[in-house]
């Protein structure tokens, strides 16, 4: 008899999807997260394509369904470091990082952020180190669950041993006593009958392309960077602004880490013709008057009204230019693009205000590691590995099943349909239907 309970590895929007298929159907969930709370990417998002929806109007209602359902247990700042057993019959143990913060205390008043000595002095995470926050902090408002956090890396209490004259600012200033500097790391063991892998990506890092100028010139951004310029809930309140001043010329390169033979990365990530053509979209509507340049290899609009969106986007007036630039420079304190337009067969410079760099999608930091403890492999690229090409929801190991970009890219809706079937096959082990 099978165990009738499921875990489910990352707290993204096919982690999340997953665990809501299996408390739906009244088994329990152990949905395990490494970061203190859930969202993944997808929470950093303004729009979604095609329709431009919007991002946090999918998925609050998703993470505040995780984070209350009776039959979801949320260990966030989790990870699984031992896995024994078989389809069926996991036994794991998984490791519970302290947050320094009692949940049942914490009512989420941000009193303590404001008491913070480094208040706005630390580069948030969320929002790609434009804006700042504190060492206790919560990464965005709609975060699940709504309890604060103090970061071990960078809290003066914890990295040298004092903070205020007369203790921690943080715990002086929490009415409800939550701050607790003495909590200590603590391992569980958990018996499931079946794992859902969703550990999600991250984003290429652009330092592997130094002809671009990313980290030398501060016009030189990441679309998910641009993503937090756009939102709403970002540091500039959706306000495009570079250096203190609204940009005029953008212009975007795509296949950043991706089809790269000299970055490692020769497949396609998938997402990043299309996310381009959505902030292409959102900028000429922020900035009317902005002239707005797509340089391509190609453009990929596989999906369900995705060449609807590209033509549409072309004809809101962006520009698109067949052939990725060879550098990107300053002269005289201008950012210069400089290429070869492949369809004109012709040279150019060109003289810009913002280089938008449509990074592509890697496995998630810790990937290959955790394939290791689960018993896994990863391919050549670090996603992990299915056990037929066919069907990308099975893993070569019986009862452990893959979902979302944690198996390669993809965009949010195949990456919810992935979530659907690895929650679907998962039914099947603790039900005694069988996984196979």
Request: negative net charge.
């Amino acid at each position: 008899m099978a165990v009738p309970r499921v875990l489910v590895i990352g707290g993204g929007i096919a982690g999340m999807e997953a665990s809501l298929q299996v408390a739906s159907a009244g088994y329990e969930v152990f949905l395990v997260e490494r970061r203190p709370w859930i969202g993944g990417r997808m929470a950093q998002l303004d729009k979604t394509f095609p329709t431009l929806d919007c991002s946090s109007c999918i998925i609050t209602p998703r993470m505040v369904s995780v984070g209350s359902h009776p039959l979801i247990h949320l260990l966030t700042l989790s990870e699984v470091i031992g896995v024994e057993g078989s389809e069926g019959d996991f036994r794991v143990t998984v490791r519970r990082n302290p947050r320094y913060v009692d949940e049942s205390k914490c009512t989420g008043c941000g009193q303590c952020a404001e008491a913070c000595r480094l208040k706005g002095r630390i580069p948030s995470e969320f929002d790609m180190g434009l804006g700042g926050r504190s060492a206790i902090y919560l990464a965005f408002p709609q975060a699940v669950p709504m309890k604060y956090a103090v970061d071990p890396e960078r809290c003066l209490m914890l990295t040298r041993g004092r903070c205020g004259k007369d203790g921690p600012r943080c715990q002086e200033a929490c009415p409800q006593g939550a701050i607790d500097f003495e909590q200590e790391a603590e391992e569980v063991q958990i018996e499931v009958g079946a794992i859902v892998v969703a550990t999600g990506f991250d984003p290429f890092p652009p330092e592997g392309k130094p002809e671009y100028g990313y980290g030398r010139s501060k016009g030189v951004i990441t679309a998910l960077e641009l993503e937090r310029l756009l939102s709403a809930s970002g540091p500039t309140a959706g306000e495009v602004l570079i250096d203190g001043r609204t940009p005029k010329r953008f212009l975007f390169i795509q296949c950043v880490g991706s089809r790269d033979h000299q970055a490692g990365n020769r497949y396609c990530s998938r997402v990043c013709c299309m996310y381009v053509a959505k902030q292409a979209h959102l900028v000429k509507e922020r900035i009317p008057d902005a002239r707005v340049t797509v340089c391509y290899m190609d453009v990929r609009a596989y999906g369900k009204g995705y060449e609807a969106f590209y033509e549409r986007v072309q004809r809101d007036g962006v520009i698109y230019r067949r052939g990725l630039p060879s550098e990107v420079f300053e002269r005289d304190g201008q950012l210069v693009v400089r290429g070869e337009d492949t369809l004109l067969g012709r040279p150019y410079e060109e003289e810009v205000d913002v280089v938008v760099l449509a990074v592509g999608l890697v496995p998630s930091q810790g990937a290959e590691e955790l394939a290791g403890t689960l018993g896994l492999e990863v391919d050549e690229y670090g996603f992990f590995q299915e056990a037929d090409p066919n069907d990308p929801v099975l893993s070569p190991r019986p009862g452990i099943f893959l979902a979302g970009c944690c198996q390669g890219p993809k965009d949010i809706p195949d990456s919810v349909a992935q979530a659907f079937g690895a929650a679907a096959r998962a039914l099947a082990v603790i039900g005694g239907a069988g996984g196979g």
